[in-house]
């Protein structure tokens, strides 16, 4: 049968515009370089997802200008290798969510939101915000727990 | 009983109600985008909790100003692909792009 699910919600936002700015449950001050920023816990490594985001991102872009083919290239791939890091770590009954988006910094202002219908007491959440002279990227990683 | 599913256009309908809801017939303005964000992200979970399906949802929205600048999105997931699913809807006006993902995982 199922299971009435106690529908608690976790948010995070996170804007790229001409300063980066944050906004989200833990508050911290905004600034360029880069920055990670976790939800409430549970039994997902949110350390080692962090330094997983920090490493691919951060590897996939840093020397890149933006181009669109490459940057939709790189979008991808990013997304796949968190997935397959994060999943490498052998966390028992999660399923993952990696959102990677990567844009050209061209002094347009863009909102990034999420919530989530979860368990906030298993379920978690890393973001990640990246930014050269040329381009940014947010990447959210998403921990679900199953029964 | 037969497990539910997560269905794509069932989920494409309401994203995309959600998003005219929030923000068809607007100009982009910087001092709304938190606020439309918002709306579109509470509106869609709400309306994908009321389909009644023992899933968790993650919904992301992205608002961003058109100004030639590029933006690409892309996601990849742990899941059982027999029950769980992802929808994306790409919305555009004259003055801005609106990105939704909602993802459905089941219990």
Known sequence: GSREHGGKEAGN???AGN??????PAPSTASPQLR???GPGGRFPAAAVQEILREAVGSA?????YRPGPCREAARDIAEVVKA????LGVPRYKIVVVAHVGQLGGQSLQVASRCLWDPQSDTFSSYVFQNTSLFAVTNVYGVYFE | CPPASFLVDEVSSIIKEAIEGAIGGNAYQHSKV?????SVVEQTLSQLTR???PFKYIVTCVIM?????????ASSCFWDNSSDGTCTVRWENKTMYCIVSAFGLAL
Request: aromatic share 2%; net charge positive; proline share 0%.
């Open chain 2, 65 to 73: 100003q058109k100004n030639g600048a590029g933006l690409h999105t």
């Open chain 2, 34 to 38: 938190n606020q439309w964000t918002t």
């Open chain 1, 13 to 15: 936002r996170n804007e």
């Open chain 1, 61 to 65: 872009l840093r020397e890149r200008r």
């Open chain 1, 19 to 24: 300063g980066m700015r944050r906004a989200c």
């Open chain 1, 85 to 88: 890091r994060v999943k490498a």
């Open chain 1, 36 to 38: 990670a920023m976790e």
């Open chain 2, 51 to 53: 389909l009644g399906k």
